[in-house]
């Protein structure tokens, strides 16, 4: 009986042993294999070996992730404080690396996206982060991804995707925007008035090359201003016949 249960015992140590040593890793984790502490090489996908008690083998996901960067309070650069929020995708291209090099690499690229975050947009002004969005976006990609490459990582992109702001500034930003509409509507009547007076001036060449044609001119006006129940009367007048009327008073005098 004693060895019955004895050899029980050992057939089962076997088994588990064996299920230890077999390992299945998918086609998007590799293994990363340390044999007596030290590195030895990096396994998988597929089914490999772990010798219990000598190896060890670490998972790494290989997938894309995406990281939710919290609200961080910004402050401009022309010291307008916002609140900005991001999402930033990322990959292990080196699980060797993002094992060995750094102790979470997870948690490393969470802080690190955080702190440039603010160090990028703390760069700008206000106008640039509502309106150059694209431009910031790629800015703090790069800067992420040159810090990252030393643990094997890839930033692939960073969108920002909240800027939030006080609403007094709200309320400046309406005002601002208000006022550079009434800007551009009274450059739009100088210019139209500037167009109108060249086209009058180009007229008024026009019809002083004939002698009839300021006539004409005088007749086409009475005959838009007469209309029904209309009691204005015009009596247009020959400037020719001012003058000479000028030039009899002054003679008098």
């Not at 008690?53 to 790494?60: A, D, E, K, L, T």
């Not at 500034?169 to 509507?185: D, G």
């Amino acid at each position: 009986m004693g060895l019955e249960m004895s050899f029980i015992v050992v057939a089962v140590l076997v088994i588990a042993l064996l299920a230890s040593t077999f390992r299945i890793l998918r086609e998007y984790e590799r293994g990363v294999v340390f044999q007596l502490g030290r590195f030895w090489k990096v396994k998988g996908p597929g089914l490999i070996l772990i010798i219990p008690g000598i190896q060890q083998m670490v998972r790494v996901d290989l997938r894309t992730l995406v990281l939710d960067v919290p609200t961080q309070d910004v402050i401009s650069r022309d010291n307008v404080s916002v609140k900005v929020n991001a999402v930033v995708y990322y990959r292990v291209l080196d699980a060797e690396k993002a094992i060995i090099q750094v102790e979470d690499y997870h948690s490393a690229t969470s802080q690190l996206a955080q702190t440039t975050l603010r160090a990028v947009l703390g760069k700008h002004d206000l106008d640039d982060m509502l309106a150059e969005r694209e431009q910031l976006n790629n800015d703090i990609q790069q800067v992420l991804d040159a810090q990252t490459d030393a643990w094997g990582i890839k930033v692939a992109n960073v969108e920002i995707k909240h800027v939030d702001l006080d609403e007094s500034m709200i309320r400046a930003i309406a005002r601002q925007a208000e006022a550079e509409r009434e800007r551009r509507a009274k450059v739009i009547h100088a210019e139209g008035e500037l167009q109108a007076s060249e086209k009058l001036m180009q007229a008024a060449e026009m019809l002083g090359r004939q002698q009839g044609a300021m006539q004409l001119r005088y007749m086409q006006t009475l005959s838009n201003i007469a209309g029904d129940k209309n009691s204005t009367i015009v009596f247009p007048l020959p400037m020719e016949l001012l003058q000479g009327l000028s030039n009899l008073t002054k003679k008098n005098e």
